[in-house]
C-alpha cells in the first residue's frame, strides 16, 4: 500500500524565474500543490485512501533553471517501442522553442553513449536533426542494454555542463536513472534526472498506458487477423501467436479483445498445465474437433514454470531471458495431436521486432508528445528523480524508486481480462 511521503517529489531547490512559457497564449499554468486524487471511486465499497494523491505534471509558472544557461541531454534505452522518436523531438521542440533552451544533446545508444570509452559522442539536436524523426520507427539516437558505472555518467554530465538528462526507458532505465540521480545528490550537485515511461509492456507502476502499447495492440491485432484467416482456411487449423509481455500480458489481452477471434490466451499471471483433463491441450482439442480450427495468443513470458530449471540467462541488463513459450508449445500440440492421430495445420508467428519498430499510431503519437512536454516542464522546474505517470487520464509527477519498487501485471479481477475470459470463452485455468 503506497503512502504520500512514496509520492513526495523532490526538487532542487526554489523557482525563482518566470517561465518564458508566459509570453505564449492561453499556457494554462499548474499550481505546484495541484493533485491528482490516487482514488477517484466512491461510495459503499469503494476503499478509503485518506486523501492519498500525486502532483500534477504541467508547466509552471515560476522555474528553476535559467532556460538561456541550460543544457539538456535526452537519452533512449532498453528495447525499442513506437514513439521514441516522437518523444525525442517533442522534448527538443518544448526546449528549444517554448523555453528557449540553447543546447539541446542527444546521447548516442543509451547509457552507454554517456560513457566516454564507447568512443561515441553526443549529437547537438536541431531542427533539422528532428524534422522528420516521428514519422520513424526505433530510435534515431539509438539504443543499448547493459550497466555502465554511474560514477562515469554523473563524470560526463559535470564535463559537458549537462543541467537535465530525459531518460525514456522502460523498468531498468528508471532504475538507472534512480542510481544517476543518487549520485548526482550525493556529489550536491544541481542536476535534474527526470524519467519518461517506455513500456511497450505497459508493466510500469502509476502508468495506465504508456506510447507504443496502442501502436503494438493495433499491429499485434492485424497478426492475429493474419492469424485466424489461416487457421479457418486449413482442416483443424491452429494459428499460434507469441506476444510481448514479460512479465505481464496486457498487449496479448489487450490484442486478444481487439480481434475477437481469439479462443485462449495465455499469460504470465496465470499458470497453466499442458496435459491432463483441464490442461490447455486437452481444451485446445476439444476446440478444434468441435469448431475445425481455433486462435491461440501466447505472451512470451507466459508459461515459464512449464520448462525444466537450467542455470538462469540473463541478457545485458541483467533482466533473465525467458525460454520460448511459443516454440514450447507449438512442439507439444504437434505430439499431443499427432498421439491422438489427428491431422492438424498449425502456423506459429512470431512477430515482436515487428510490431516494436513500427513507427507510432496516432494516439501513441499524442501520448509521446504530452508525457516528453510534461517531462521538460518538470525538468524546468527543477524537479528531479521524477517519472512522468499516468493516472485517471491525468499525467502525474511519480518518484522513480516508487514507480519502479515493483512491477505491475494485468489486475484478472479488471474489466480488460473479464472482457478477454468472455469473449474467448476459455476456461479458467486451475494448476
Ligand atoms: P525494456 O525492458 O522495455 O526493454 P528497460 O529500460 O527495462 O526497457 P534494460 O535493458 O533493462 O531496459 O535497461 C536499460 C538500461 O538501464 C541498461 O543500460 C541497463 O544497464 C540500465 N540499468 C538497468 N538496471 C539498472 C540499475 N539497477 N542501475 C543502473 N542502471 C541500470
Ligand atoms: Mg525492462
Not at 485462449?264 to 497453466?272: D, N
Request: hydrophobic share 40%.
Amino acid at each position: 500500500m503506497p503512502a504520500q511521503e512514496d509520492f513526495a517529489i523532490k526538487t532542487l531547490g526554489p523557482c525563482t524565474r518566470p517561465s518564458p512559457l508566459s509570453r505564449l497564449h492561453d499556457v494554462g499554468f499548474v499550481e505546484d500543490d495541484a493533485r491528482i486524487l490516487y482514488q477517484h471511486k466512491c461510495g459503499a465499497g469503494a476503499a478509503d485512501w485518506g486523501g492519498l494523491c500525486f502532483e500534477e505534471a504541467g508547466p509552471r509558472a515560476s522555474i528553476y533553471f535559467d532556460p538561456a544557461k541550460t543544457t539538456a541531454a535526452v537519452v533512449t534505452c532498453g528495447g525499442l517501442s513506437p514513439g521514441l522518436n516522437n518523444v525525442i523531438r517533442s522534448v527538443y521542440c518544448e526546449l528549444a522553442y517554448n523555453y528557449l533552451v540553447p543546447r539541446v544533446l542527444g546521447v548516442r545508444n543509451g547509457y552507454m553513449g554517456l560513457n566516454p570509452d564507447s568512443g561515441l559522442r553526443m549529437v547537438e539536436l536541431t531542427p533539422a536533426f528532428v524534422d522528420n524523426i516521428h514519422y520513424l520507427g526505433g530510435t534515431v539516437l539509438g539504443s543499448s542494454r547493459g550497466s555502465q558505472e554511474v560514477g562515469v555518467i554523473v563524470d560526463t554530465l559535470v564535463r559537458d555542463e549537462i543541467d537535465i538528462l530525459f531518460c525514456v526507458g522502460g523498468d531498468g532505465t528508471q532504475r538507472g536513472a534512480a542510481a544517476i540521480s543518487d549520485e548526482v545528490e550525493r556529489r550536491g550537485l544541481k542536476k535534474a534526472v527526470v524519467g519518461i515511461p517506455k513500456t511497450i509492456d505497459n508493466d510500469l507502476h502509476y502508468v495506465y498506458k504508456s506510447f507504443g502499447y496502442d501502436t503494438a495492440l493495433e499491429k499485434a491485432e492485424e497478426v492475429l487477423r493474419g492469424a485466424h484467416v489461416e487457421a479457418r482456411c486449413a482442416p483443424n487449423g491452429i494459428g499460434l501467436v507469441k506476444l510481448m509481455g514479460r512479465n505481464a500480458g496486457f498487449i496479448a489481452a489487450g490484442a486478444a479483445l481487439a480481434s475477437q477471434d481469439a479462443n485462449f490466451v495465455l499469460i504470465p499471471e496465470i499458470p497453466f498445465r499442458l496435459e491432463g483433463e483441464d490442461g490447455f491441450l486437452t481444451e485446445l482439442e476439444r476446440r478444434v474437433l468441435s469448431k475445425g480450427h481455433a486462435l491461440v495468443v501466447v505472451a512470451e513470458g507466459a508459461g515459464q514454470d512449464l520448462f525444466t530449471p537450467s542455470d538462469t540467462r540473463r541478457d545485458a541488463s541483467g533482466n533473465v531471458l525467458h525460454d520460448d513459450i511459443g516454440i514450447l508449445i507449438r512442439d507439444h500440440c504437434h505430439a499431443h495431436f499427432k498421439d491422438r492421430g489427428i491431422a492438424i495445420n498449425l502456423k506459429y508467428i512470431d512477430p515482436s521486432y515487428y510490431i516494436r519498430s513500427t513507427p507510432a499510431n496516432a494516439g501513441d503519437r499524442i501520448l509521446s508528445d504530452q508525457m516528453a512536454r510534461m517531462a521538460v516542464h518538470a525538468a524546468m522546474a527543477g524537479k528531479t528523480d521524477t517519472l512522468i505517470g499516468y493516472w485517471h487520464n491525468e499525467l502525474v509527477h511519480v518518484p522513480i524508486r516508487t514507480a519502479i519498487a515493483e512491477k505491475r501485471q494485468l489486475d484478472l479481477t479488471s474489466d480488460l481480462w473479464t472482457a478477454v475470459m468472455r469473449s474467448t470463452g476459455q476456461p479458467v485455468w486451475r494448476v
